[in-house]
């Protein structure tokens, strides 16, 4: 696996919580900051997880992986829709 490697969605989902908190090594940040510079839906996604630590205050392996079944699928499934849609 070599540095210049792409980064996947689940990639992102599986590293967020690394990320929020800054543990994240630098060949690994820079990986996620240019996927995030691709995706909109984990843009979207990284929003919504910032938004659930300031609610909650805290990132629980609970609050994630709740967070990451609703959230995510929907953040994606309205992504598709906008970028389909021609109006
Ligand atoms: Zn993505």
Redesign the pocket.
Known sequence: MGIEDEI??KE?VELVTDYLESAMSEPDRARFDR?LST?R??VIYLEQMRETIRLTGTLTEDSLSLVAKSNLMSAFHDWKREATSST
């Open positions: 996947t969605c992102i996927h995706c839906g984990c």
